[in-house]
């Protein structure tokens, strides 16, 4: 597997230390977009630095050890880390078990050490919460931001603007903007063929 030494920049919370732990840990990216549903980036991504302060750790061993519930209540302090806390508790929990049990707690095994972009893909399908989107999401910002590029990345990343591409707070507000056209796009033409 192929990496650059580059200056990882991940802006998309608009609060430095928890863009720096998004950098920094890849345990704290992969939580971050595994919240990233139904809130805005800034939220979503900033929720593990939130879990990180209330917990005292981010810890993938810890947290799927943690008593549910007890994990519920840390999700739910005001403010809420989500804006479904239960329902988001539950995955990060159970994300964090895949990753203690297949990559021994470190979410970094998830591509070092894989030996093409396709395993990478597969390897990141089958996370909890992780759909063909999300999936397509990290293997834009694995090359891009944090200069992994296992074999056959190239053709693994999306064609289309991702957060991949966000490497300021401006191009985040660029990026919300597209995604709002595209989804507003998409609802139109589903709508369109509703009424034939």
């Not at 800034?42 to 008593?67: E, T, V």
């Not at 931001?145 to 990345?153: A, D, E, F």
């Not at 995604?179 to 034939?196: D, I, M, P, W």
Request: proline share 7%; glycine share 6%.
């Amino acid at each position: 597997m192929a990496t650059t030494a580059t200056k990882v920049s991940l802006p998309y919370t608009g609060d430095p230390a928890a863009d720096q732990l998004l950098a920094e840990d890849p345990l704290a990216l992969v939580i971050g977009l595994a919240l990233d549903q139904q809130v805005p980036v800034q939220k979503a991504f900033r929720g593990p630095y939130d879990l990180r302060q209330r917990l005292g750790h981010l810890d993938a061993g810890r947290i799927a050890r943690m008593d549910a519930a007890k994990l519920e209540t840390v999700f739910q302090q005001r403010p809420a880390i989500h804006r479904f806390p239960a329902a988001m508790a539950r995955r990060v929990q159970e994300l964090c078990a895949v990753i203690v049990r297949e990559y021994q707690g470190d979410a970094r095994r998830i591509w070092e050490g894989a030996p093409d972009a396709a395993t990478v893909a597969k390897r990141l399908a089958a996370l909890p919460g992780f759909g063909e989107m999300k999936v397509r999401t990290m293997m834009a910002i694995l090359p891009k931001r944090l200069g992994v590029r296992p074999r056959g990345w190239e053709a693994l990343v999306p064609r289309h603007p991702t957060l991949g591409d966000v490497d300021t707070p401006a191009a985040l507000a660029n990026y919300q903007q597209q995604k709002r056209l595209h989804k507003a796009a998409v609802r139109a033409a589903e709508a369109k063929k509703k009424t034939r």
